[in-house]
C-alpha cells in the first residue's frame, strides 16, 4: 500500500468525550466529538457514568466520523484508539471496540499514548499552521497531567519536568469551585480574567527545585483567602469575581512560564509547543504569543479543536506509526497509567 493510500480510523475514549476521526495520512477528513454533559450535575467526571456514555456514544460517533469523511470501512488502512492513560473504565469501550473492528476488517491495530498524542497533534496538516522541528520543548497541561517533554523525535521523548501533585487544570478547576463556579471552571476563569486585573491580588508561587511544578499549596492559599476576605465581606467573590480570576490565572501562567524559561535555559532549546486541553486558556496562548518577541522563542499553539480531548490528534500518531508497521495485537491491554 503506497503512503498516498493511508486512510486512519482514529478512536479516544480516556475520560469523558467520544471521540472518533479519520485521517487521509496526516490530513483530517473528520473529527467528531460526544460530550458528555451528565458530569456537570456532580462537579467533576463520574467514571461509570463516564464509561456507559461512551458505550452509548461509540457506535454513532464513529458512524458520524465516517459518513463525514465520505469514507466506507473497507477503504480503512487501519485503526487507532488510546491505550491510555485515562480512566479504565472509558479506555475499554474505545478499545475493545477498535479489536473488534481491526479483527472484522483483517487491518492493523495502532495503540496510542494520549500524552503524546497531544503533542504530536502539532503535526497535523493544516493551512497555516507551522509544524515544529526535532528538538523541541513540550508543555503538556491538562485536567490530569503537567508535563515538561523534551521531544526528540516523533516517539523518542523525555518528561523533563512534571507536577508533584495536581495538574495545572484542576488548579484552574478546584479554584473556580472556591469561587462558586460551576463546573467545568477553568474556562469560566479564563472568560472572567479578561475583564479583571491580573495584579489586583497576589498569591505566593511554590518554590519547587528544577523542571517539576506544584499547584496543591496554591489552592489552599486561594482557600483560604476567599474565606478570610468573606468573613470581612460576604460579598467578596461577587463584587471582585473579574478580579480575582484575572489573579489566579497570572499566577497560573507566572509557574508555568518559570519553568518553561528554564527548560529552554537547561537545553538550550528554544522551539516551545503546547498541548492539552489547557492549552484552549486564552491567557496561556496570548502569554506564548508574546513570548517569541520577548525571549525570542519559536511557539507552536493547536487549534482549539485539536487541544481538548480529540481523536484527531490519536489519528496522526495512529499514522506515524503505520507508516514504521508498529502494530499491536489483540492481546494489547488498555492503561490507566503509561509512561511515555
Not at 487491518?107 to 507551522?130: G, R, S, T, Y
Not at 478570610?228 to 480575582?244: A, G, S
Not at 486541553?277 to 491567557?283: L, Y
Request: proline content about 4%; some cysteine; charged content about 20%.
Amino acid at each position: 500500500m503506497q503512503n498516498s493510500e493511508v486512510f486512519i480510523l482514529a478512536i479516544e475514549s480516556s475520560c469523558d468525550d467520544t471521540a472518533a476521526a479519520v485521517l487521509h495520512n496526516d490530513k483530517v477528513l473528520s473529527n467528531v466529538v460526544a460530550n458528555q454533559l451528565i458530569h456537570n450535575l456532580y462537579g467533576g467526571v463520574v467514571p461509570e457514568l463516564a464509561s456507559r456514555a461512551h458505550q452509548q456514544n461509540i457506535v454513532p460517533v464513529i458512524d458520524a466520523a465516517l459518513k463525514k469523511a465520505n469514507i466506507k470501512k473497507e477503504q480503512l488502512s487501519a485503526i487507532a484508539f488510546t491505550q491510555g492513560p485515562g480512566l479504565m473504565g472509558s479506555l475499554l469501550v474505545g478499545s475493545s471496540f477498535a479489536k473488534s473492528l481491526s479483527l472484522a476488517l483483517q487491518i492493523p491495530l495502532i495503540a496510542v499514548n494520549h500524552m503524546q498524542a497531544h503533542i504530536l497533534a502539532h503535526f497535523i496538516d493544516e493551512e497555516d499552521c507551522q509544524k515544529p522541528t526535532f528538538p523541541f520543548i513540550a508543555l503538556t497541561i491538562s485536567g490530569g497531567h503537567t508535563q515538561i517533554v523534551k521531544v526528540n523525535d516523533f516517539f523518542d521523548m523525555k518528561i523533563i519536568g512534571e507536577t508533584t501533585d495536581d495538574a495545572v487544570g484542576e488548579a484552574f478547576d478546584k479554584s473556580a469551585k472556591i469561587l462558586g463556579l460551576p463546573y467545568p471552571g477553568g474556562p469560566l476563569v479564563d472568560k472572567y480574567a479578561k475583564l479583571g486585573n491580573p495584579k489586583a491580588f497576589a498569591f505566593t508561587k511554590p518554590r519547587v527545585p528544577g523542571l517539576n511544578f506544584s499547584f496543591s499549596g496554591l489552592k489552599t492559599a486561594i482557600l483560604y483567602f476567599i474565606q478570610k476576605n468573606k468573613v470581612i465581606n460576604p460579598n467578596f467573590v461577587e463584587e471582585n469575581l473579574n478580579d480575582i480570576c484575572a489573579s489566579i490565572q497570572y499566577t497560573i501562567i507566572e509557574i508555568l512560564m518559570d519553568k518553561l524559561k528554564l527548560a529552554v535555559k537547561e537545553t538550550g532549546i528554544k522551539q516551545i509547543a503546547i498541548g492539552g486541553g489547557v492549552s484552549a486558556n486564552s491567557g496561556i496562548r496570548n502569554t506564548l504569543i508574546e513570548a517569541q518577541n520577548k525571549y525570542g522563542w519559536k511557539t507552536y499553539i493547536p487549534k482549539f479543536e485539536y487541544t481538548t480531548d480529540n481523536a484527531a490528534m490519536i489519528g496522526i500518531v495512529g499514522y506515524q506509526k503505520f507508516l514504521s508497521k508498529n502494530f499491536e495485537t489483540s492481546a494489547v491491554v488498555s492503561k490507566a497509567r503509561i509512561q511515555f
